[in-house]
């Protein structure tokens, strides 16, 4: 993940500095253009604030292969690994002010936040006479036969940052990040629940995660009608994991498992987007948003690999990935 993110980096840094040298001079900067100098010391002058206000749609990466969902003996239901589910919605916005300490010192404070909630797969298993789910390595006393497995992410980001320009159209950023993931894993047993009481198996974990961050930004080309930009950013976070899974015993005593954790995280996040430019001020924007993360703790993966009998499980950290595409309006004053 290292390698590729410093490959990226290069990558950009080089096609930005040869469309320096091939447009600089293009007769598409005409005088009465929005996007003339862009990236340039006269565009940084002349504007003072740029804002993006959108929406944001990731999808997870799909969960290890393991098998949790039998027909006794030996049928496989369901695997973990078809639990990728739909992506999820939500906001997503951008704030960068110009030359916060005076026109003679080129730093830029930038905040952005986003979150994708609701990134959920809903499975219902129904098998004669009974199904069988593993859920923190025990089963069902008494298996019914239906259940419906629900899996569910929400993802939310917060940045603060400093950026200053370091080429005619590259930026270096530095900051501060908090990234949070929330999971909840169910299987319910759907043939004896009703809308007011819900019977099976719960558990949720929630990973807090914060620390600083670095990376790049720039303009890859610039028209008259629009521009295309692409940047990534590589964070350090200290992840703080709390978790609790519950369920009940033959006897209908309750049983319930907590996790809790904390671990160092690695996180990549790419993007690249568009902007077509309605007036000076106003632009349409459409692009792609990466994460790549490492050492997160995810909620499939606690299943198959705590136990419900313990009062308290070590946390296993993966590595894990969102992709999705944002959409949306950007201003300049």
């Not at 500095?17 to 996007?35: L, R, Y």
């Not at 199904?131 to 025990?138: D, K, L």
């Not at 940045?159 to 900051?175: K, P």
């Not at 719960?202 to 610039?222: K, R």
């Amino acid at each position: 993940m290292r390698n590729a993110a410093t490959i990226f980096c290069c990558i950009l840094s080089s096609f930005i500095a040869m469309i320096d040298t091939g447009f600089a001079q293009s007769p598409i900067f005409a005088p009465d253009s929005p996007w003339v100098g862009y990236g340039f010391v006269q565009d940084d002058y002349d504007t003072k604030i740029d804002a993006e206000l959108g929406f944001i749609s990731l999808y997870r990466s799909q969960p290890d292969s393991n098998p949790f969902v039998f027909a006794l003996p030996s049928t496989t239901l369901l695997n973990m690994d078809q639990l990728a589910g739909s992506g999820g919605t939500g906001f997503d916005g951008l704030l960068t002010i110009k030359r916060i300490a005076g026109s003679k010192h080129p730093i830029d404070l930038q905040t952005r936040f986003f979150e994708s909630r609701g990134m959920t797969s809903l499975n219902v298993i129904e098998f004669n006479p009974e199904v069988v789910p593993v859920f923190y390595n025990g089963i069902p006393a008494d298996p019914v036969s239906s259940y419906l497995v629900d899996y569910e992410t929400d993802l939310q980001s917060a940045e603060l940052n400093l950026r200053t320009q370091i080429l005619s159209r590259l930026y270096a950023v530095a900051g501060l990040r908090y990234f949070e993931i929330a999971e909840r894993f169910d299987i319910v047993e759907t043939a004896i629940s009703s809308p007011s009481q819900r019977f099976g198996f719960f558990s949720s974990n929630d990973n807090d995660a914060i620390g600083g961050q670095i990376g790049l930004e720039g303009v890859l080309v610039a028209r008259s009608f629009g521009r295309i930009t692409g940047g990534v950013k590589w964070a350090y976070l200290s992840n703080s994991v709390e978790g609790v899974a519950s369920a009940s015993d033959s006897s209908g005593s309750p049983l319930i498992t907590n996790l809790n954790d904390t671990e160092t995280t690695h996180l990549v996040d790419v993007q690249l987007g568009a902007t077509f430019s309605v007036t000076h001020w106003l632009g349409l924007y459409a692009g792609y948003q990466g994460l790549f993360g490492s050492d997160f703790a995810l909620a499939p993966t606690q299943s198959r690999s705590s136990q419900l009998v313990l009062p308290t499980n070590p946390v296993v950290f993966e590595s894990t990935q969102w992709h999705g595409y944002r959409l949306g309006a950007s201003l300049t004053w």
